[in-house]
């Protein structure tokens, strides 16, 4: 059985208060911005990679755990966050999460070591947690129901924002200031997004789960030393006691959470939403696809600094094909899924985005101008913005709306292993090939680890193919069941019994 955070009856709401309609200008800055930051923190550091190494004589290792330490953290602990948030209110645990990553972006960059900076990732990690599945939850429930969808698309169009522009922003600032102010930034848009969340944002909550504690430890714990002993498997030895017992060590844990979720009362992973066949292959190609896709990044953005002598702002402008092209496809995508079928764009976007890496893989010479790596990184860019929205679409496929949120925080979860997998193999097999971080070895080792990503990308979209065949958008019958009340700390709702989520909240972790 779960351990239990509280198994007290409801507390009775206080009393409600009039409160006048927030400005829907308001909510979405008070939502989107603190979003946008975390988005943004998630691909920042890449054009920042080569700077850190050269500042802090930083290893190979340490650069890809300045990288996942985030993505770690975050996928470690985002379900959990979505449960303590309903029991003890999503603003609660929105506001605590921008004050985590406020200050650990300030201790961020007053780091003078690779370990600080490392530390000061995790807590990011962790602030992201709670505010990215909380940010659409509470924006949902600020926003008149006529006005939703308005709301919702402009605060994903922000988070899409985030994602593309992280590397460009990372580089314009490295490139006018120093690598600190990547994460001094933050912290005005943090103090400022605390005070926004407060007067803009209600306090809603939901049903009062219990906290799967024994569920987020075999899962933490064991993520950290599988990676662990991927990214000491080079430079200590791959069957050295270290690394064997890291890796081992990690799958008995992992093994472990899954025994553990199969009898917990309130899992952390419910594994019963693998019966679905479309929510189980989606998961598997997605985890598939971040794996490929972005430890290829975590590669090739270095390669254009360290190989071409691009500054970090060049390097920046020079993937925009690939990191902006999904801005455009992504929306058409979701367009066109329902009539076409996820199926197709999910199998065509990673064939494409393989097919590009794998073209990359090639060009990977120091003697090579710019202009023949348009070509693929525009390609690269279309077969990822196909992937984006047909993935949601397909995880949440048959789902009854109750599961939605457990689902999507799931994907969300899977889909941020599979980035700290990638980085981990790529950078192994980089090092292992004989890489290096001079001009004259990079290519030799960057050449084989994006051909790993490239293979794994292929291999996800043959998985892909076992895609149910429909045309339908993943919409349910459940999802037809009428909207149902709110409960916030204004609501006269002390003895009325939790109500179900509902839909639109329920797509807060998309």
Not at 141 to 167: N, S, Y
Request: proline letters at 5%; charged letters at 10%; zero cysteines.
């Amino acid at each position: 059985m779960s351990t239990v955070l509280d198994a007290s009856p409801a507390t009775p709401a206080r009393p409600s208060s009039t409160r006048r309609p927030t400005a829907l200008w308001l909510v979405l800055v008070a939502t989107a911005v603190p979003t946008f930051m975390a988005t943004l923190d998630n691909l920042v550091m890449t054009n920042a990679l080569p700077v850190l190494h050269a500042e802090f004589g930083a290893s190979v290792e340490e650069l890809q755990w300045f990288m996942n330490a985030y993505t770690l953290a975050f996928a470690s602990t985002i379900l959990m966050a979505v449960a303590l948030g309903d029991r003890y209110g999503r603003r609660t645990l929105f506001v605590i999460g921008i004050v985590v990553f406020t200050l650990s972006s300030a201790f961020a960059a007053l780091s003078t070591d690779s370990g600080q900076l490392i530390a000061a990732r995790a807590l990011q990690g962790f602030g992201a947690a709670a505010i990215m599945p909380l940010s659409l939850t509470l924006l949902v429930g600020a926003v008149p129901l006529a006005r939703r969808a308005l709301a919702i698309g402009i605060w994903g169009g922000v988070t899409g924002l985030g994602v593309a522009t992280g590397p460009l922003i990372g580089g314009a600032v490295l490139e006018g200031w120093a690598w600190q102010a990547i994460f001094w930034i933050n912290v005005p848009v943090g103090v400022i997004s605390v005070a926004l969340a407060l007067i803009a944002l209600p306090n809603s909550f939901g049903a009062r789960l219990r906290a799967d504690i024994v569920g987020l430890v075999l899962s933490g714990v064991g993520l950290l030393a599988l990676v662990y002993g991927i990214v000491r498997g080079n430079d200590a030895g791959w069957d050295s006691l270290e690394v064997m017992g890291s890796l081992v060590a990690g799958g008995i844990l992992l093994a472990a959470f899954i025994a553990w979720e199969a009898r917990a009362g309130a899992p952390l992973l419910p594994l019963r939403l693998f019966r679905n066949r479309s929510f189980t292959v989606a998961n598997l190609a997605g985890f598939g696809f971040s794996f490929g896709a972005f430890g290829s990044i975590f590669i090739l953005i270095q390669f254009l600094q360290v190989v071409q002598g691009a500054t970090p702002l060049e390097a920046a402008l020079q993937t925009s094909p690939w990191t902006l092209a999904p801005m455009v496809v992504a929306p058409l995508a979701g367009l066109v899924a329902p009539r076409v079928g996820t199926r197709a764009l999910i199998v065509t976007g990673l064939a494409v985005l393989g097919g590009a890496l794998f073209w990359l893989s090639g060009l990977l010479d120091a003697d090579l101008s710019y202009a023949n790596y348009v070509a693929p990184f525009l390609l690269a860019g279309i077969g990822m913005g196909l992937v984006f929205a047909p993935s949601a679409t397909a995880v949440l496929a048959g789902m009854a709306s109750n599961d939605h949120a457990k689902a999507s925080g799931t994907n969300s979860m899977l889909r941020e292993v599979g980035v700290a997998l990638g980085i981990a193999v790529s950078t192994a097999v980089f090092m292992g090939a004989g890489g290096a971080l001079t001009p004259v070895d990079y290519s030799i080792g960057a050449q084989p680890a994006v051909i790993v990503g490239a293979a794994v990308l292929i291999a996800s979209a043959l998985v892909a193919l076992l895609l149910p065949v429909g045309r339908g958008s993943g919409h349910s019958e459940q999802e037809d069941q009428p909207e149902q009340p709110e409960r916030t700390e204004h609501a006269e709702a002390a003895d009325r019994p939790e109500r179900a989520t509902t839909e639109a909240e329920l797509a807060a972790v998309r």
